[in-house]
């Protein structure tokens, strides 16, 4: 997989971005949820109208994993008040690695992951969090394997339904 590229995303990528958002969300959850939920989730979350103004938003930014010119993967990153939480001006939020799931277990995420710290590092910031489902164990183990230490939960909805992430963070 050497030949991964990472590559920002910007306003012009938008119908990539809500492809990639799309398609590893709904491989990556669709046996845990049913399929009005899914849905209600996907439309708020991955609507054309959302997307855009996170693309435009200078507190963001996107960046996609690129392999022989196939987006497979991406990263959001939040800083400043784009935060969806902590809104601490020496943190980075990870707010999303997504990337599909033929692709799982091929460092695609750990390209991503490493995107980000560097991007941290770029902003002087103390440390990066974010929160991962309760649900998800090869996620949080993911982020355990890079050092990343559970701090808090908090609750969203998903459609109708409650659900709970766990908080974590690293320090850099």
Do not use: C
């Not at 963001?60 to 994993?65: C, D, G, L, P, Q």
């Not at 999303?96 to 490493?114: D, F, M, S, T």
């Not at 890079?146 to 998903?158: A, I, L, Q, R, Y």
């Amino acid at each position: 997989m050497e030949n991964i590229e990472i590559i920002k995303a910007t306003i012009d990528d938008l119908k990539n971005l809500q492809q990639i958002s799309r398609d590893t969300f709904a491989k990556t959850f669709s046996s845990d949820y049913n399929d009005d939920n899914m849905n209600k989730y996907m439309e708020k979350s991955f609507s054309a109208e959302k997307l855009s103004t996170e693309l435009r938003n200078e507190d963001s930014e996107f960046y996609f994993a690129v392999l022989e010119g196939k987006v497979i993967g991406y990263l959001k990153l939040n800083s400043g008040q784009s935060q969806t939480e902590m809104k601490d001006d020496k943190a980075l939020e990870i707010e999303r690695i997504y990337v599909l799931q033929e692709y799982h277990g091929k460092k695609v995420g750990q390209l991503l992951y490493a995107k980000a710290i560097d991007t941290a590092v770029e902003l002087s910031a103390d440390y990066v969090w974010l929160g991962v489902w309760e649900e998800n164990p090869r996620a949080i183990s993911f982020y355990k394997k890079n050092g990343f230490v559970e701090f808090d939960k908090h609750s969203f909805m998903f459609g109708d339904d409650e659900q709970t992430d766990i908080m974590m963070k690293k320090m850099l």
